[in-house]
């Protein structure tokens, strides 16, 4: 096992963390979680014997083979399923010499190796190989491209592919689905989950470590804490500590009841049955979790954008790629203010092409884009921090946007980015990728966009982060449409989601809880149909779906009415209520005299809370029964 005996680590004159006492056995899964700069990776490094401690000791299994994700990739020509084999050192050690016995003719010998490569599975280990670059979201053939005409994403996931081919004992991972799209973090989920080794897992996904992690080691005002149990149960026993301080509890309240001010209203306003539940309940879960995070540091909101035109842009059967070669087409769409689109799809499908074709950063091959004559657009994009001066400061950023700003109200501003008194007047140059992806997210922010265009923006966000941003989106007025691998945020902020397949742009009717179905079964029809000419399978794809979605609405239409019905009841006992709390807010209300009137208000409204449980509950009803029907319509 792994043992933390009484040990403090520090990097200069600055203690990371002290005294730690804690015990890792065989086979847990650990989720290593704390601010930026808290010493996570440090702890990886002692692990690796690159830091040594200050005090106290570190035991570990001598024996134990330790795997880790390599930060640099050399420039290499070989291909790239030679390079994710070299991650089993023993398997090459193995195939080495069983080369030298066999130029020697040592009979003998190679028998003796051929028994140990049939134990570690050496033979099929190009195909275990193949099955790690497939599922990291290579596509076939790119198995023997050499590694150096990968980019550096792509090179990255090389390496975590080479880090999870090695039969370690101990697994040390560090922000392993930044560099991953969704389809690829769901993969990696279900690996990670049967990897029967010891795992240090380093992550700022909350649904990650939810469904990999089962425990959290915590690292807050220089020490370490050990938790029982995934991200989700730590957030809740934190809470409790934070809450027994007068202060935070009261800052609990009022995040909560901000929180639920937005649950209510988009209750009423839900009209999608089953991605409108599936953000129900995300959003739900917001106000438990809201008490875990009152002492983050970071705080800021979307201004309200000068104009909300509707709609704000339009695609007319508009077609994107490059070089004259569509990657989608006959694309639809009209977004208008308060729409949440989240896009799905695998890797090199077009959701970026997408993006940027509503970005205006591509022209369309075919068809039209129409932006409002008074859209403004705020586009995230990975690219974009390497658009940085990296001689300037934040605030000099800023100055560069809104000249006429008064300073102290522009350093307020980059405070609630976590950008400090002495952070905001520093050059950009050395900034990490969080810290430049904080700081292009504060510009993008304060030109008041009334369309937000985010693709994959929690890549380096700290978890403190993506809650502000997540907060930040529920009272944002415009329209945005998001690509992300973290599916928090995913939940929080789309009601509607589209996938991108085939060189289509469709609805995914499903909630995003429904989506590893969806690969999954797609993986077993491509496996199992014959192959057909592309034209020739699209159009008979196409035809059959059309005839199968009239019979669907035919089928549907007295459920979805039955919905419509709910939705309305609902929204009027809630317009219903708030008026009455209205009237239950004047403080003249509550003096000796009117006793009777309050009184006879309070019972209204006990009365009202009632009859609004039971319509939403008629709600949720309808919505389970059109589900029932049409699993995924």
């Known amino acids: 096992m792994l043992k933390f005996d009484h040990l403090t680590l520090r990097r ?23 601010a930026n700069g808290c010493g996570k990776s440090s702890l990886f490094a002692l692990l690796l014997d690159e830091l040594h401690a ?103 996931r090389l390496n975590l592919a080479r880090a999870l081919m090695c ?15 969704l389809d690829a973090v769901i993969w990696l989920e279900g690996w990670l989950r049967d990897y029967p080794g010891t795992l240090l897992l380093i992550s700022h996904d909350r ?21 029982s149990g995934n991200y989700s149960a730590f957030e809740r026993l934190r809470a409790e500590r934070l809450a027994t301080h007068r202060a935070e509890y009261e800052k609990q309240q009022r995040e909560i009841a901000h929180i639920r001010r937005f649950v209510n209203r988009f209750r009423a306003k839900a009209t999608r049955a089953r991605q409108a539940q599936s953000r129900l ?16 540091p970071f705080h800021f909101a979307f201004r309200p954008a000068e104009r909300l035109p509707s709609p704000l842009l339009r695609l007319d059967r508009a077609a994107a790629g490059y070089v004259g070669t569509a990657v989608i087409e006959g694309v639809n769409l009209d977004l208008a203010p308060g729409d949440r689109i989240g896009l799905l799809g695998a890797n090199g499908a ?33 690219h974009q921090l390497e658009q940085l001066r990296p001689d300037r400061t934040p605030l000099a950023h800023l100055l560069a946007l809104d000249p006429g700003a008064r300073e102290q109200e522009l350093r307020d501003y980059l405070g609630g980015f976590g950008f400090s008194s002495d952070q905001a007047l520093a050059p950009v140059a050395p900034f990490s990728g969080g810290e430049k992806a904080r700081l ?33 989106l529920q009272d944002f007025d415009g329209a945005v449409v998001l690509v992300s691998h973290d599916r928090h945020l995913l939940r929080l902020s789309a009601d509607r989601l589209l996938l991108v397949d085939d060189g289509r742009v469709d609805d995914f009717d499903g909630s995003l809880d429904d989506y590893p179905g969806w690969l999954a079964e797609r993986s077993r029809a491509a496996s199992r149909a014959p192959r057909a000419p592309a034209g020739e399978h699209r159009a008979a794809a196409r035809r059959d779906r059309k005839r199968e979605e009239a019979e669907q609405r035919r089928r549907l239409q007295p459920l979805r009415r039955r919905l419509e019905t709910a939705e309305t009841e609902l929204e009027r006992l809630q317009a ?43 709600w949720l009803a309808a919505a389970e029964a059109l589900e029932s029907v049409a699993p995924s319509a």
């Open 281 to 296: 309940k995300a959003l739900q879960r917001m106000e438990q979790i809201a008490p875990a995070h009152v002492d983050s």
């Open 167 to 181: 039969r370690s004992d101990l697994l040390l991972l560090d922000e392993p689905t930044n560099h991953l799209d």
């Open 207 to 227: 649904d990650f470590l939810d469904r990999v992690a089962t425990h959290i080691a915590h690292i807050e005002h220089r020490r370490i804490a050990l938790y």
């Open 350 to 382: 077009g959701k970026s092409t997408l993006v940027r074709l509503l970005a205006g950063e591509l022209a369309p091959l075919a068809g039209r884009r129409e932006p409002a004559k008074d859209a403004r657009i705020g586009y995230f994009a990975q």
């Open 440 to 472: 292009v997210l504060a510009l993008l922010v304060y030109r008041r966009p009334n369309l937000l265009l985010l693709d994959e923006p929690t890549n380096h966000l700290d978890l403190e982060m993506r809650q502000a941003l997540a907060l930040a």
């Open 12 to 34: 200069g004159a600055r203690v990371l963390f002290e005294d730690a006492c804690f015990q890792v056995h065989p086979g847990q899964k650990l989720g290593v979680t704390g």
């Open 54 to 156: 200050d005090a106290g000791e570190l035991r570990l299994p001598p024996d134990w083979v330790i795997a880790h994700v390599a930060q640099e990739t050399p420039a290499d020509t070989r291909p790239a399923l030679d390079y994710v084999l070299d991650g089993d050192a023993e398997l090459r050690a193995l195939q080495r010499q069983l080369a030298e016995a066999e130029a020697a003719q040592a009979g003998e010998r190679i028998a003796a190796l051929h028994v140990r490569l049939e134990q570690v599975d050496g033979y099929s280990a190009p195909s275990r190989a193949a099955v790690l670059l497939h599922g990291l979201g290579f596509r076939p053939g790119e198995e023997t491209r050499p590694v150096d005409s990968f980019s550096g994403g792509w090179r990255m």
């Open 576 to 618: 219903e209520r708030a008026g009455l709390e209205q009237r239950l807010a004047d403080p003249g209300l509550y003096g000796d005299d009117r006793k009777p009137q309050l009184k006879a208000l309070l019972l209204e409204k006990a009365d009202l809370d009632r009859r609004c449980e039971a319509a939403e509950a008629e």
